[in-house]
Each structure stands twice: as structure tokens, then as C-alpha cells.
């Protein structure tokens, strides 16, 4: 889809140096920062008691489409863990909801859609999402960059394959065969469907950069239900159409898939500066798959954040090293943070990294 959005605003943070030199940005940028940074992908959320207390009596989506609350929630992290960013708080579904799409976050389940999207009818039915539509969004990040200052605020979106899977499945799904079915049976379905959902997430990253987030990640949390073939001919062109909203800007861009070890180099050439690594694969081979030419983000296993503290700190201190032979590293989690984690274990885990010299 074409920009809508040029360059970034006079006012925002990359543009006016507030955050441009921080050490999550010079990370992703390549450079060695003033200290190592770290953030926790679902660190907003479940892991904290003021969380619980912020949602108490409100829906998930409802919370998301709240401005005041969801940069309270994105800021909860940063106050509490020292992190160096914040995640916008939102849901990859939320432009399906902004653009008219009928779904909801269904406690225990996760995304449900009220009809499911299976045939080319259905396709060509999908309303549009548009830039006004998305002002709530805006008005969530303009509130969240005033607070965090010289703290980097990450966008993200869904990535495309992830959303349409939702889409063609209604509901999460344990194979996601419905979505690999329709790209062969139906291959000029499957490529409206995802052109949609690129068009979605990319103005979704649009609207987060353009009121001031500094970088943006796109998720594929289901691409490694594909193969390398699949993924190249039916999945990568989508991807690199949500990238093309906000390619140029001078934001890093970030990719993130679970279970993508054999996708890596692919997802890398969507067009992206930062690839997130899940836990599966150690950095180091992460390092050795891209060339050793991208900066990389990851990969603490969060099954180890409830084990005794020296075993932690040890795979903590492992991952630090696998990441060093990267041109840069931003440890992050291998997946989200686990709602039961003691948030003081993130903390003491930020204050660990922070204290690992160069």
C-alpha cells in the first residue's frame, strides 16, 4: 500500500534527538550503546497486580481503545522494571475491530471473529480501515511518548499471515490448517486476504509512528506453522506490503516470529533492520544464519523465569554472550512474558543486564 505518511513529524522523538541516541535505538541501529538494553515482549500486562487493577471491569479490547488507560498500562513496565522501552499496549486484532470487523478477545480462547473469512465473497465484503478510524490509537501514543521522555515507545502490528490465520480459522488454532489449505486451493483468495491484512497492519504501524513511537515490530506469532516454500511464495509478499507503509521513515523495524528458526533469512528480506529470535535457536546460530549483518533481539527462554535464581542468571549470562558476536543485541524474552511470573524476578533480571559490561 502506498504511504500515507512521507517522513516523521517535526515533534517526534526520533526527529528531535530525545530518543534517537538511547540505548534501545542505538542498539537497533548497530552501534554499541551506554548500556545494554532490555525489554519483555508482553510486559505490559498479566505478570502485574497494578495491571489487573487498571483492567478490573474492562474488556481487553475496550482497554486497547482507551487512551488514558492504555499509556497507563504501557507505562507500568517502564516504572516498575527500569526497561529500556515501552510496548504499546494493544491487540493485533484491533484493526479488525477499528475497520468493522466483528471480533473479541474471548477469555481462556484469545481472538474469536463473528464470521469467518473462507471464501472470495467474504473476502471482497471486508470493510477498509481507515486513517480516522484510528485516531484512538494516536491519541494512546501521543500519551504515552509525553510520559516516557527519553524512553523509546515500540509500535507493533500482527503481521499479515497471522491476522488472516485468525481470519479463515475464527478462532486460534493448534495447525492453522484452514489458511494453509486456501493459499493452494485458493490461491487468489488467500493473496486478497492477506493483501487486506497488510493493508491493516501497516496503517496500524503508521498511525503508532506518525504519533511518535521510535521503532515498530511486526509479529508473526503463527509463521512457523509454514514451510520456507510457503512462506516465500504466499506469506513474505504480504509482510513486505506492511513494511512498505512505514519503510523509510528512520524508525527501526523489527521482525518477531515463534517457531521461525528455518524462516529467518526469508523474514529478514521483507525488508526489516532488527530480527527477534524465540528461544529455540541461540543467537550466536541466529548470528551465523543472517550473514552476521543484522542486529538481533532476544531470546531468554521464559520457562526459566520461575527457576532458582542461579540457574536463570547462568542462561541469562549464556544469551548475553551468543548475542555479542551480533553487530547489535536488545535482549529481550524468547516469547511473551507468562501471566504467573513474579514481576520481581523482571526486575531483577533488567538490573542483572544493565549491570553486564561490554
Excluded at 113 to 127: I, K, Q
Excluded at 239 to 250: K, P, T, Y
Excluded at 314 to 330: D, F, K, L, Q
Aim: hydrophobic share 45%.
Amino acid at each position: 500500500m502506498p504511504s500515507m505518511l512521507q517522513a516523521l513529524p517535526a515533534a517526534h522523538p526520533l526527529v528531535t534527538g530525545a530518543t534517537s541516541d538511547s540505548p534501545l535505538i542505538t542498539a537497533y541501529r548497530g552501534g554499541k550503546p551506554t548500556r545494554r538494553p532490555v525489554w519483555f515482549m508482553r510486559q505490559a500486562g498479566r505478570s502485574l497486580p497494578e495491571y489487573r487493577e487498571a483492567r478490573q471491569g474492562i474488556s481487553m479490547l475496550d482497554s486497547c481503545l482507551k487512551p488514558e488507560l492504555a499509556a497507563e498500562i504501557t507505562l507500568q513496565p517502564v516504572r516498575r522494571h527500569d526497561v529500556d522501552a515501552g510496548i504499546f499496549f494493544s491487540d493485533i486484532v484491533i484493526p479488525l475491530k477499528l475497520a468493522g470487523v466483528g471480533v473479541d478477545i474471548v477469555p481462556g480462547v484469545g481472538p474469536v471473529l463473528e464470521n469467518p473469512v473462507r471464501t472470495a465473497a467474504d473476502v471482497a465484503a471486508l470493510p477498509k480501515l481507515t486513517w480516522e478510524a484510528l485516531e484512538p490509537i494516536r491519541q494512546a501514543v501521543r500519551l504515552t511518548v509525553e510520559e516516557l521522555g527519553s524512553t523509546p515507545l515500540i509500535g507493533f502490528a500482527g503481521a499479515p499471515f497471522t491476522l488472516a490465520a485468525y481470519m479463515v480459522e475464527g478462532r486460534p488454532s493448534r495447525d492453522h490448517l484452514g489458511p494453509r489449505t486456501m493459499m493452494h486451493a485458493d490461491p487468489e483468495t488467500w493473496k486478497a486476504l492477506a493483501d487486506w491484512a497488510a493493508d491493516a497492519s501497516g496503517l496500524f504501524l503508521q498511525a503508532q509512528l506518525e504519533a511518535g513511537a521510535s521503532a515498530a515490530q511486526l509479529f508473526d506469532s503463527w509463521a512457523g506453522s509454514l514451510g520456507l516454500a510457503d512462506y516465500e511464495r504466499y506469506v513474505a509478499p504480504a509482510s513486505a506490503r506492511a513494511l512498505d507503509a512505514v519503510r523509510g521513515l528512520g524508525a527501526p523495524l523489527i521482525h518477531f516470529g515463534t517457531g521461525t528458526s528455518e524462516l529467518l533469512p526469508a523474514m529478514h528480506r521483507v525488508g526489516v533492520d532488527v530480527m527477534g529470535v524465540d528461544y529455540r535457536l541461540p543467537l550466536d546460530e541466529a548470528n551465523r544464519r543472517l550473514g552476521g549483518a543484522v542486529p538481533l533481539q532476544g531470546n531468554i527462554d521464559p520457562a526459566l523465569l520461575p527457576a532458582p535464581w542461579e540457574v536463570l542468571e547462568a542462561h541469562v549470562r549464556e544469551v548475553i554472550a551468543a548475542g555479542a558476536s551480533a553487530p547489535g543485541h536488545v535482549v529481550n524474552l524468547g516469547h511473551g512474558v507468562p501471566p504467573e511470573t513474579d514481576p520481581a524476578v523482571l526486575t531483577r533480571v533488567v538490573e542483572l543486564i544493565h549491570s553486564i559490561g561490554y
